[in-house]
């Protein structure tokens, strides 16, 4: 998981709070992403980020239910142009982090 603290300058990437994950396909469908960018939220707060950004392919399905999860909001959808292969169609979604309630807890333990 990572998340940019920093202003950056890239053509999708457009602010700081910019959150990326990648579970191994091995370990997915346990909600491992949407815990840990739950896990994230207090250490983004730390440093003053209190909107997130997701970038995530439309055909990402399970990225697409990890935003829903986390309660973040559809913002745009755009060509992502800036892949080595094919123009891509991407969705970015927002994520509130100036309250707890939007945060997705898990009831299960970790294992």
């Known amino acids: ?17 910019h959150l990326g994950y990648f579970v191994h396909p091995a370990h997915r469908g346990h909600r491992y992403a949407s815990r840990s960018v739950s896990l994230l939220l207090p250490l983004a707060k730390k440093h003053n980020i209190d909107t997130l950004s997701i970038v995530v392919s439309v055909n990402n399905i399970a990225s697409i239910h990890v935003c829903e999860q986390l309660g ?3 913002i745009e959808q755009f060509i992502n142009s800036t892949t080595s292969k094919q123009p891509l169609i991407c969705r970015r979604y927002y994520l509130n982090n100036q309250n707890q309630q939007n945060i997705y807890y898990c009831e299960e333990e970790f294992v």
Do not use: D
């Open 1 to 17: 998981i990572t998340l940019r603290i920093a202003n950056v300058h890239h053509p999708v990437i457009t602010q700081k709070g």
């Open 72 to 74: 973040a909001t559809l």
